[in-house]
């Protein structure tokens, strides 16, 4: 089980990685937020991996991990974007 926790890790780390060079993630996250979508992945991939464990077993546990990471990255990424613009609109009816 370490080796596949270690298996999820690069495969969060690296889709987290594609995410940021598609661009997905906000603005408004700053200068350091080109970190926060690998990390995102990693904890996503985790999670998603150990479920799959536990849900399906470890022959599918990596499918699993990269279905949960790819649809939470873009989530969180949507996610950020939308409270974001949601903020600007307050703001501008206050």
Do not use: C, D
């Not at 546990?61 to 949960?68: E, G």
Request: hydrophobic share 60%.
């Amino acid at each position: 089980m370490f080796m596949l926790s270690l298996l999820w890790v690069l495969i969060g780390f690296v889709i987290g990685a594609l995410a940021n060079g598609a661009r997905l993630r906000p603005a408004s996250w700053g200068r350091r937020g080109w970190l926060y979508l690998p990390g995102v992945g990693v904890l996503l991939a985790l999670l998603g991996g150990w479920l799959g464990t536990l849900l399906q077993g470890t022959l599918f546990a990596t499918a699993t991990a990269i279905w949960v990471t790819v649809a939470g990255v873009v989530l969180v990424a949507w996610l950020g974007k939308y409270l974001r613009q949601l903020q600007k609109r307050r703001r501008s009816l206050l």
